[in-house]
């Protein structure tokens, strides 16, 4: 499945050396939070359509891309900064997570995503949090969401 990215990330992905940095930005967001979390998997802050996602290690398992929908993706936040841990374990599984691969260069233009999550089984230990991060339902509902019968669609028939 192919993926159609700017010019600017083509030559990036493609150079044998590049200053040129991918970056993955997460959103977390649920209601008991009073601000959306937003990290960067990055050394330092940035700042990408006016919202600043502050540098944070963090690892994302992303599945190899086939034919076949994953349906799940594997994150692991380090319990580096106890207010983000926090935050995390308050939100708990009711979290929804944005996912979003931007170049360092031009933070603004989204090369990848949005991709929207939920976040499931959680675990924390004293260095990490885990979870898996779920596709959102409505990219796992059935569709066509009816089937067209007689009884359905009479005017078919």
Do not use: C, W
């Amino acid at each position: 499945m192919s993926r159609v990215v700017s010019p600017a990330a083509q030559i990036a992905i493609l150079a044998n050396e590049t200053a040129e940095a991918v970056l993955i930005l997460l959103e977390i967001t649920e209601a008991s939070l009073d601000e959306p979390i937003r990290v960067v998997q990055n050394n330092e802050n940035i700042t990408s359509r006016g919202n600043v996602y502050a540098g944070y290690p963090f690892e994302i398992d992303l599945p190899a891309e086939s034919t076949e929908i994953s349906r799940s993706v594997k994150l692991e936040i380090d319990a580096v900064d106890q207010q983000i841990i926090q935050a995390v374990r308050q939100a708990g599984e009711r979290a929804d997570v944005r996912m979003e691969v931007v170049l360092s260069s031009t933070p603004d233009i989204v090369e990848a995503g949005p991709f929207d999550f939920k976040l499931r089984s959680v675990q924390f230990d004293h260095q990490t949090v885990t979870g898996d991060l779920v596709f959102s339902e409505i990219e796992t509902r059935k569709s066509p969401a009816h089937s067209f019968t007689s009884h359905l669609f009479p005017d078919l028939f």
